[in-house]
Every structure is written in C-alpha cells, then in structure tokens.
C-alpha cells in the first residue's frame, strides 16, 4: 500500500456518460498529479494540484476537469466520454510541489481503470 | 525537461545483476535523476534518485558518470518480481513543478 488512495479501482460507463475519479494522496502530501495511461500509450501527465491551486497542465483535454480540496483530496471528471478515453488513470502525491524545492519524489496509487464501451 | 534515451528492452537471469543504462546528454546542473518502475498495470513505482553522488538504497544502486550525461541503475540480484517497465526522468528542480514527464522507458524480462 503506497498511501495514495484511488476510487473507483474499476469502472464501466457508456460514451456520452460522465464519471469522476478520486484521489486521497499520502498524509501531509500537498500536490496531487494526475497521469493516464491508454492500453498503446505511455504514461501522460495530465494535470497537477498544490494545496489546492492548479500549478502545471498537460496533455489534458477539455472534456477533463479536476479539482483539489481543501481537505487535499482531488478528483478527475471525465465528461462526453468518447471510446478512446478508456485508459487506467493514476494520481500521485509528494510533499512539495512548489518552485525552488528539493528532490521530489511522487508515490503512485493503484490506478482507476475505466472502460468506455 | 531535459531528454533521456532508454533501450527499449533487455533480459537479464534470474539471480545475475541487471544493469539498466539512460543517457541524459542535455541534462543541466541543477537537475535530479529519477528512477521509477511499472511492474504490469499497477502504479508507478519510485526506485531511487541522484544529482551527482551514486546512491544506493535497498532496492537498487544509482552509479551517475562523472560528466552526468548518462547513468546506471543496477538491481543487484535480478527476481522474477522484478520483470517491468523502468523509467529514467531527469527533471529541472528549480523551474520545474514537480511533474513527471515519463518517456517508454526500459522492459526488462528476468528470466530463470
């Protein structure tokens, strides 16, 4: 168990639907980063929280919106969900996040794995 | 981010060391090397990171050359477990968010 904590562990939905995944991250991480990964795809980074505000963007489309609250945990929504958005969906969390820090090391969680049908 | 090159896959035997190499030609000095693993469809998994020293933890040794275009990580007694994906990240600590930018990383077979 890394302590990062990710809800559904699986999930089947329909194109068109709309979903949201969670994330807890470890105890006293502050960022929250979300990752997909599609079955012939590497790992892409799609979107990172630090204490709740937005601090980086990726390759995250539109349709996709996340959130980070104040009680730290975030959450991915995946909207008009298209086929092609089937994917495992990994979150992570470190302690730091902000400019001029250390090392950083990210704890990985077990992944959401969704399948649009 | 600066860029890193990996083999695509290698094999080691079971029990033998496995030597996985990344070159990080345009890699600059404020920058860490970063290791992590993905054993089959579960969550990435840190292994070790470096700036300029060679590291070594309980999982793996980190041997980076002098110049830090390139690195090592070795897994001393290669176990089936240890069949995975490795990924080599370099990444800017001063500019940077603390994203992970995950290139195709390395598959390594460890067979009996």
């Known amino acids: 168990d890394s302590g990062v904590t990710q809800t559904p562990k699986h999930l089947i939905t329909a194109t068109g639907q709309r979903v949201t995944l969670r994330c807890s991250p470890r105890?006293?991480?502050?960022?929250v980063y979300w990752y997909q990964q599609s079955l012939d795809q590497g790992l892409q980074f799609l979107i990172q929280?630090?204490?709740?505000?937005?601090?980086a963007k990726g390759n995250i489309l539109e349709r996709f919106s996340a959130q980070q609250f104040p009680d730290l945990h975030s959450e991915l929504n995946l909207s008009s969900l298209e086929l092609g958005d089937s994917a495992l969906y990994f979150c992570?969390?470190?302690?730091?996040?902000?400019?001029?820090?250390?090392?950083?090391?990210?704890?990985f969680g077990a992944g959401s794995r969704l399948t649009v049908l | 981010d600066a860029k890193t090159t990996q083999p695509p896959s290698m094999d080691c035997a079971e029990g033998r060391a496995a030597n996985l190499p990344c070159n990080h030609s345009?890699?600059?000095?404020?920058?860490?090397v970063y290791w992590y693993r993905q054993i089959h469809s579960q969550g990435p998994q840190y292994i070790i990171h470096?700036?300029?020293n060679n590291e070594t933890n309980e999982m793996a040794s980190l041997i980076i050359t002098e110049d830090r275009k390139s690195s090592t990580l070795i897994l001393p007694h290669a176990t089936l477990r240890d069949t995975a994906v490795y990924y080599c990240?370099?990444?800017?600590?001063?500019?940077?968010?603390?994203?992970?930018?995950f290139g195709q990383g390395t598959t390594l077979q460890v067979k009996p």
């Open positions: 992570a969390s470190s302690v730091r996040g902000a400019r001029n820090s250390g090392a950083n090391v990210l704890t």
């Open positions: 105890s006293g991480d502050l960022s």
């Open positions: 929280y630090y204490n709740g505000e937005e601090r």
């Open positions: 345009t890699i600059s000095g404020n920058e860490y």
């Open positions: 470096g700036l300029k």
């Open positions: 990240i370099v990444r800017v600590e001063l500019t940077n968010t603390g994203k992970l930018i």
